[in-house]
């Protein structure tokens, strides 16, 4: 008895969800990461690098990351320009640069660029990873807590019971953007939902006692 591969099914993969899928992954994803096109403009960037700059993810489409970030050498982006013209496809680290689009912080860190084809288009797109150096948990923490005046307002909003939206608005942030300090915090005090993060806020002293409304304790505004 022969296998007819013709009386199978064929599953046609529907490209609209799977692309559905990726941005909402993207979305979740703590770390700030952009698809770029070949010359570096931003095609879609995640909430995380959206909130570097105090907006939402649709404004950076269309712009440069070499209008947004300085790179530290030179020499790093030659290499990587070199390497994509010659169609090569390793991974390149690049130090970089930027001033936030909150309060005008200096900023340093590393973006990884990995060119990835993208099927049906011949040429590359570029997933840029950004790691932020200022946000690197410290390896033995202070007694006290430690975070940036932008995390202390927003923390002393959470304990009031403030929303979100509220947050962001007293703040001038997107909701985005305190989505995004939030998980942060979350993440490096490893505590899951906003009563448990006000709670430990509260066991590290970020936040002062016996004060109503919430408001940060003295000497904990710091880089964290």
Same mark, same amino acid.
């Given at each position: ?11 046609v ?6 692309r ?7 979305d979740?994803? /703590?770390? +700030?990461?952009? %698809? ?5 403009e931003? =095609?879609? *960037?995640?909430? #995380?690098?959206? @909130? ?18 300085t ?18 496809t ?5 130090e ?10 200096l900023?340093?860190g590393?973006?990884?660029?990995d060119?990835?084809?993208a ?13 932020v150096r ?5 390896p033995? /923490?202070s +007694?006290?807590? %430690? ?6 307002? =927003?923390? *002393?909003?959470? #304990?009031?019971? @403030? ?5 962001g608005?007293a ?9 995004y300090?939030l ?27 016996g ?5 940060a304790?003295?000497?904990?505004i710091?880089?964290?």
């Amino acid at each position: 008895m022969t296998h007819n591969m013709a009386d199978e099914p064929v599953v046609v993969e529907d490209m609209g969800t799977w692309r559905n899928h990726f941005l909402t992954l993207l979305d979740r994803i /703590p770390m +700030p990461i952009a %698809v770029c096109r070949i010359d570096g403009e931003v =095609i879609v *960037a995640n909430p #995380a690098m959206a @909130a570097e700059w105090g907006t939402a993810p649709g404004r950076l489409r269309g712009r440069s990351l070499r209008d947004l970030f300085t790179p530290r050498s030179e020499p790093q982006l030659d290499r990587l320009v070199r390497a994509l013209r010659t169609g090569r496809t390793s991974r390149y680290p690049i130090e970089v640069t930027w001033r936030t689009g909150t309060d005008g912080a200096l900023r340093e860190g590393e973006f990884t660029i990995d060119p990835v084809m993208a099927v049906p288009h011949p040429a590359p797109v570029l997933l840029a990873m950004l790691y932020v150096r200022d946000e690197r948990p410290e390896p033995t /923490p202070s +007694p006290h807590g %430690v975070v940036s005046e932008a995390q202390a307002r =927003i923390l *002393a909003l959470a #304990a009031s019971g @403030a929303t979100t939206a509220a947050i962001g608005k007293a703040l001038g942030l997107t909701v985005d953007g305190v989505n995004y300090h939030l998980t942060r915090l979350a993440h490096r005090w490893r505590v899951q939902g906003r009563t448990a993060l006000v709670a430990k806020a509260y066991a590290l002293g970020v936040l002062a006692p016996g004060r109503w409304p919430p408001a940060a304790a003295e000497g904990v505004i710091g880089q964290p």
